[in-house]
């Protein structure tokens, strides 16, 4: 069955950095994308970044452009979100997700796999 489960989340003070990991068993991870999102108190859950599995195309929301980077270990069965320059609108919990394919999809209905989520709060 496959499964995905977050870590690294925690406290940080504004322009602090934390880097989360996604692990994944269950499945050949090589051939599928990984996104990660995030969904703060009160608001939906968006897209924050993805790694293709195809080309290793990487995509990001506009709101951590630059601060951001989403990197995959296939050895390992892991993706990483290394988070820099962190904000307190960057506070939520974060989540991994995966979809049926190599690529990163558009919508966030195609990803069919998701972990616990991870609480990543920053905060002075």
């Known amino acids: 069955q496959l499964q995905l489960a977050e870590s690294g989340g925690g406290l940080v003070q504004p322009g602090g950095s934390l880097r989360l990991s996604c692990a994944a068993s269950g499945f050949t991870f090589q051939y599928y994308a990984i996104g990660w999102f995030r969904q703060a108190p009160g608001k939906e859950r968006e897209g924050v970044s993805c790694i293709s599995s195809s080309d290793g195309n990487t995509y990001y929301t506009d709101a951590v452009k630059g601060r951001f980077t989403i990197s995959r270990d296939n050895a390992k069965n892991t993706v990483y979100l290394q988070m820099n320059s962190l904000k307190p609108e960057d506070t939520a919990v974060y989540y991994c997700?995966?979809?049926?394919?190599?690529?990163?999809?558009?919508?966030?209905?195609?990803?069919?796999?998701w972990g616990q989520g991870a609480q990543v709060t920053v905060s002075s």
């Open positions: 997700a995966a979809p049926l394919g190599a690529n990163c999809p558009t919508r966030r209905n195609d990803f069919y796999f």
